[in-house]
């Protein structure tokens, strides 16, 4: 078996970690990705504090492109 090593925040080793249960992170991560047209099996795994942290971040994200396609159309 080839073993690899990958990067991953903090945030989403607690995410992998409380879906995992007793699996493996490897069978986790292989269901997670099996499961790639139901989406709504994910809903609610990330504590709310930190979605609403990722809400504010996309909205200052899609604020910043606004601006930048504003000054391109206006240059």
């Not at 992170?25 to 990330?46: M, V």
């Amino acid at each position: 078996m080839v073993v690899k090593t990958i990067t991953i925040t903090e945030k989403a080793y607690m995410a992998l970690k409380r879906l995992k249960g007793n699996d493996s992170f490897s069978d986790t991560i292989l269901k997670i990705s099996a499961d790639r047209g139901n989406i709504g099996k994910f809903f609610g795994i990330l504590p709310v504090e930190d979605a609403e942290e990722d809400r504010k971040r996309f909205r200052e994200i899609r604020r910043k492109m606004g601006e930048d396609v504003e000054k391109r159309v206006h240059s």
